[in-house]
């Protein structure tokens, strides 16, 4: 079974620095997506970025970007330019190509410092 | 641009009871899914629909069913309800299997 591990239950940046979040998984599959999803207070489930497998090229979506480590099967989520509306929970998450269930790990709460 | 639709967004049952909750996909998606989220815990992969028929099944107790209708909507239908039921159910839909999954607001059942 696939698992997602996102070891930093918190963390804290300061407005307009850079925060890295971590995620690891873990899966025997070569074909996969991987997503990084934000969950503000109203408990919506937006989705920040996503990743294929088989692209080297690492994601990017404005200020956020990812780090795709597929041998080491890591995949951060860099958050350039901290803005007050980025705090959330951040959820990352694997889908195998193939497969509609997404699996989630167990999120990293974000707080921006004004 | 249209979202997914989910109703009722919060619903208070007791022990016991049944619930039925809805979802409208955004239009032309043909493929719905729906997950169940606890308090403090991440979303939980419940059952997939894609045309009508049930396409994948996780962790969903036998006391739900699901069903897609001919309108691509889908209701999730709990019944014998329990206290450990009371979570965030979202739904979410995508164009075809496989596609980028859009998240409904969801929809917040309380037993009591």
């Known amino acids: 079974a696939q698992t997602v591990t996102q070891s930093q239950p918190e963390m804290s940046v300061q407005e307009a620095e850079t925060v890295t979040l971590s995620c690891t998984y873990d899966?025997?599959?070569?074909?996969?997506?991987l997503f990084w999803y934000k969950q503000p207070p109203s408990r919506q489930m937006i989705l920040v970025i996503r990743?294929?497998?088989?692209?080297?090229q690492n994601a990017t979506e404005n200020r956020f970007s990812v780090n795709f480590q597929k041998a080491a099967k890591s995949f951060s989520l860099k958050i350039s330019d901290s803005q007050l509306g980025d705090a959330a929970m951040y959820f990352c998450?694997?889908?195998?190509?193939?497969?509609?269930?997404?699996?989630f790990g167990t999120g990293t709460r974000l707080t921006i410092i004004p | 641009a249209a979202g997914v639709i989910q109703s009722p967004r919060h619903l208070i049952k007791e022990k016991r009871e049944t619930a039925t909750l809805k979802c409208y996909p955004i239009?032309?998606?043909?493929?719905v899914y729906w997950y169940q989220q606890g308090p403090g815990q991440d979303p939980q992969f419940l059952i997939s629909?894609?045309?009508?028929?049930?396409?994948d099944k996780g962790s969903i107790p036998d006391r739900f069913s699901a069903q897609q209708f001919s309108d691509y909507h889908s209701e999730l239908n709990m019944s014998s309800l329990e206290l450990g039921d009371s979570a965030l159910y979202f739904c979410?839909?995508?164009?075809?299997?496989?596609?980028?999954?859009?998240f409904g607001p969801g929809t917040r059942l309380t037993v009591t």
């Open positions: 629909f894609y045309e009508k028929m049930q396409s």
């Open positions: 239009p032309r998606h043909d493929t």
């Open positions: 979410a839909s995508s164009l075809d299997r496989g596609g980028e999954q859009y």
């Open positions: 998450a694997y889908r195998r190509f193939g497969n509609e269930k997404l699996t």
């Open positions: 990743q294929e497998a088989y692209k080297q």
């Open positions: 899966t025997s599959e070569s074909d996969y997506y």
